[in-house]
C-alpha cells in the first residue's frame, strides 16, 4: 500500500491535492498545524493509484507519497 | 519518512535562518509553477545529460519572481523590474551553452517589460520564458493589470475592467518566438511537457500560464483551479473557439535560426577571413 506523508510545517492547507486525487484517497481532517492550516490527511491509501498528481500540484512542496516499489527500493518493510 | 522529491533543488535553510515554507500566500500559482518547473527541469537533467550549472534561473520583481533566488539551489539571479529579460540576454551572449529559464509575471513581462518581452521574441534568443499570468498586480494589492480580463473587478476597477486583456501568446508570436504555448495550473502533466519542450528548443519559448490568486480574487484555489479548468479549452480538440473561453495549447512550434548561431557564424566567418 502506498503511503503518504505530509510535512505539516510546510503545509499552507490550500487542499489543492485533496482535490486533484482522481480516487478519493486523501481528505481534509480537523487537525490544524502551528500556523492554523487544516491540514490533509489520508482516507483510504489502499484506493491510491500512485499517479503522484498530488505531489506534482502542492505549491508548497508538502506532500508526498512513497509507493510499494521505492518503499522496497529504499530498504523498507513493504 | 519521504520528503517531497524536488525540494532536492530548493534551498531550505540560508543564512538568515530557514527559507521554507515559501513565502507564497496559501493556494498561490507561483508555487505550483515553480514546482512543474522543478519536474520538467529534473527530467530534462536526468534524460538529456546537462549538468546543474547549465541551468540559470533569472526574474525580475513581483509575485512570480520571487521564486528563483531565494529557494533554488541553481543559479539564479533576481534583477530588475521587467529587465529580467535582458540579464537573460547577457548571461547567453557570455555562455550560449546554458540554458535559461526566465520566470516572470503579467505585470513584469508584459506591462513594465513589455518592450524587452518583444524584442527578446523577435531576436529569437534561446531563453524559455515562464509567464505566469495571474491576471492583476498581486505583490502591490490587487490593481488592475493589462492583461485582467475585460468585466473583471479588481481594487482599482470595483465596477469591472473596461479594457481588453493582452494576449500574451498572440504577442508572442506576432513578434516572432519559435515555440509558444498556454497551460494553466489546472493541467500540470501538459504544462511539465511543454516546460521540457520549450527549454529544449533553440530559440524563444513563450509558455503562459494562467494561474489563480486566491488572495486578491478573494476565492478559495480549489474553487479558482475548477473555474480555470471550465473556461480553457483546448486548441486540439476545437476548430473554432467557444465564445468567452480562453484557448489553451501549444499554438506555435517552428524552427527557426537562434540569434546566438547567426552570430557565432558571422565572428567564424570574419575570422576566416582575416587568416588568409
Known amino acids: 500500500m502506498n503511503r503518504l506523508y505530509i510535512n505539516q510545517d510546510y503545509c499552507k492547507g490550500c487542499l489543492i491535492c485533496v482535490d486533484v486525487c482522481p480516487k478519493h484517497a486523501i481528505g481534509a481532517s480537523d487537525r490544524l498545524n502551528s500556523k492554523g492550516y487544516i491540514l490533509p490527511d489520508e482516507i483510504d491509501m489502499s484506493e491510491c493509484s500512485g499517479c503522484m498528481l498530488c505531489e506534482m500540484v502542492c505549491p508548497d512542496f508538502a506532500i508526498a507519497v512513497e509507493t510499494d516499489e521505492e518503499a522496497y527500493r529504499h530498504g523498507g518493510e513493504t | 519518512m519521504k520528503r517531497h522529491p524536488m525540494l532536492k ?13 515559501t513565502i ?3 493556494g498561490c500559482g507561483a508555487g505550483q509553477v515553480l514546482n512543474y518547473t522543478l519536474h520538467a527541469v529534473d527530467d530534462i537533467l536526468r ?3 546537462i549538468k546543474k550549472e547549465e541551468v540559470v534561473f533569472i526574474s525580475g520583481v513581483g509575485c512570480s519572481s520571487r521564486l528563483t533566488s531565494h529557494y533554488l539551489e541553481f543559479d539564479s539571479g533576481w ?13 547567453l551572449l557570455a555562455n550560449p551553452s546554458l540554458k535559461i529559464i526566465v520566470f516572470t509575471g503579467d505585470g513584469d513581462a508584459m506591462a513594465i517589460g513589455g518592450n524587452h518581452f518583444i524584442h527578446t521574441c523577435r531576436r529569437n534568443l534561446n531563453v524559455t520564458i515562464l509567464c505566469i499570468n495571474n491576471g492583476l498586480y498581486g505583490m502591490t494589492g490587487g ?12 481594487t482599482t476597477t470595483p465596477y469591472g475592467n473596461i479594457e481588453e486583456a493582452f494576449d500574451i501568446c498572440k504577442m508572442a508570436e506576432t513578434a516572432g518566438a519559435s515555440y509558444v504555448a ?9 504544462t511539465i511537457k511543454s516546460i521540457k519542450q520549450g527549454v529544449r528548443k533553440r530559440g524563444s519559448a513563450v ?4 494561474s489563480q490568486c486566491p488572495v486578491h480574487k478573494k476565492a478559495s484555489a480549489v474553487d479558482m483551479l475548477r473555474e480555470l479548468k471550465a473556461t480553457t479549452v483546448s486548441i486540439k480538440k476545437t476548430s473554432c473557439q467557444p465564445k468567452g473561453k480562453t484557448p489553451i495549447g501549444v499554438f506555435c512550434d517552428k524552427n ?20 588568409r
Open chain 2, 143 to 154: 490593481q488592475v493589470a493589462p492583461t485582467t480580463p475585460a468585466g473583471i473587478a479588481t
Open chain 2, 79 to 91: 534583477t530588475i523590474h521587467g529587465r529580467a529579460l535582458p540579464i537573460a540576454t547577457g548571461a
Open chain 2, 182 to 190: 498556454r497551460w494553466t495550473t489546472a493541467h500540470p502533466r501538459q
Open chain 2, 47 to 49: 534524460e538529456d545529460g
Open chain 2, 24 to 26: 507564497m500566500c496559501p
Open chain 2, 9 to 21: 533543488y530548493l534551498k531550505e535553510k540560508g543564512p538568515a535562518g530557514p527559507r521554507m515554507p
Open chain 2, 207 to 210: 509558455i503562459e500560464i494562467l
Open chain 2, 256 to 275: 527557426k535560426p537562434e540569434w546566438t548561431e547567426k552570430y557565432q557564424e558571422i565572428i567564424t566567418q570574419h575570422s576566416s577571413r582575416e587568416n
